[in-house]
């Protein structure tokens, strides 16, 4: 198994471009969410969706979109990127939809617009 | 107040101490928490799983006191790989989901 697979590992965009970034996993899981990293703040949730076609706001969800149309994939849209969304984007995967289960984490994308 | 509230450290230990992280939590009502571990410029990883009866897997116990709201890590016999920041997170359960609420991390670093 490659466990939950994360590209591009590193973007740079600049002010107003849009992008997605990608994420996979091939363990079948049912859960799946998007957060974000910056100095200081922690690991924020942006997205979570806890199936195919099932998706839900996290704490910071603004200037972001998602999508679940398999069990596999869950895309991150930036829809016009802002130098806010500088970070580091962690895809993470459950096994369980209603009980927190262990995350498994991808290698993260790290993003700078500037 | 935050959800889930860490003393962000750094705790610079030697070799072969202990050390003890605390976490703070808001929401009464979670059930279960859990202590990953992130290492520089990687993703986080799952240490220990902490229920009501706490938890220990080697040198590491985690303990929950629900009276006072917080859950707490030991590490004994520190090692230079234990290096790493210690994420405390505690669930948020809604109506046939729920959402994690991580700390902003303990920092540690084990000194030779």
């Known amino acids: 198994n490659a466990g939950v697979t994360q590209t591009p590992k590193f973007q740079v965009l600049k002010t107003g471009q849009s992008m997605t970034l990608q994420c996979a996993q091939d363990?079948?899981?049912?859960?799946m969410s998007w957060y974000r990293q910056d100095p200081g703040m922690g690991l924020r949730l942006i997205h979570y969706?806890?199936?195919?076609?099932?998706?839900d706001q996290g704490e910071v969800p603004n200037g972001y979109n998602v999508s679940r149309s398999t069990t596999e994939d869950f895309p991150l849209r930036l829809l016009s990127a802002a130098p806010s969304q500088t970070s580091v984007y962690f895809c993470?995967?459950?096994?369980?939809?209603?009980?927190?289960?262990?995350?498994?984490f991808g290698p993260g994308t790290r993003l700078t617009v500037t | 107040r935050k959800e889930v509230e860490q003393d962000p450290g750094p705790f610079n230990v030697p070799e072969g101490a202990t050390v003890a992280f605390n976490c703070t939590y808001s929401n009464s009502a979670s059930q279960s928490f859990f202590w990953y571990r992130q290492d520089c410029r990687k993703e986080p990883k799952l240490l220990m799983s902490v229920y009501s009866s706490g938890n220990e897997d080697g040198r590491f116990t985690a303990q929950l006191n629900r009276a006072s709201q917080y859950i707490s890590l030991l590490i004994r016999d520190s090692k230079l790989s234990d290096s790493a920041t210690y994420l405390c997170?505690?669930?948020?359960?809604?109506?046939?989901?729920?959402?994690?609420?991580f700390g902003k991390g303990t920092k540690l670093s084990v000194i030779p």
């Open positions: 363990m079948n899981h049912e859960y």
């Open positions: 993470a995967s459950s096994y369980s939809r209603d009980s927190p289960y262990e995350q498994y």
């Open positions: 969706s806890v199936g195919a076609g099932i998706t």
């Open positions: 997170v505690a669930p948020q359960l809604g109506a046939g989901s729920y959402q994690l609420t």
